[in-house]
Nanobody
Framework: QVQLVESGGGLVQPGGSLRLSCAAS????????MSWYRQAPGQERELVAT????????NYLDSVKGRFTISRDNAKNTVYLQMNSLKPEDTAVYYC??????????????WGQGTQVTVSS
């Protein structure tokens, strides 16, 4: 049974930090690129950060560059999102996504259930 379980969300003041974790099970984690998305109320889900299978390459949404860091531990089947200097506009439900791409075939993707991050004084 495939599972992606996010944790680490919560309420934090502007300028504060949070570390999100996403624990994976039921599939070969090291074969999947991992991403963090977020969705604020009334807005579309947006891609925040992506990391390749071995962690050698990362990409970020422009508005979080320099503040957020995505990382993964393939031995623990876990992906992380370290969020520093948080702003009220970072408030959203954060989701992790696992994706496996094979050339010529539709990608396989799994989603977590989400964790709420609220940045407010």
């Amino acid at each position: 049974q495939v599972q992606l379980v996010e944790s680490g969300g919560g309420l934090v003041q502007p300028g504060g930090s949070l570390r999100l974790s996403c624990a994976a099970s039921g599939f070969t984690f090291s074969n999947y690129a991992m991403s963090w998305y977020r969705q604020a109320p009334g807005q579309e889900r947006e891609l925040v950060a992506t990391i390749t299978t071995a962690g050698g390459s990362t990409n970020y949404l422009d508005s979080v560059k320099g503040r957020f860091t995505i990382s993964r531990d393939n031995a623990k089947n876990t992906v992380y999102l370290q969020m520093n200097s948080l702003k009220p506009e970072d408030t959203a439900v954060y989701y992790c996504k696992a994706e496996y791409k094979v050339w010529g075939k539709l990608p396989i993707a799994y989603w977590g259930q989400g964790t709420q991050v609220t940045v407010s004084s």
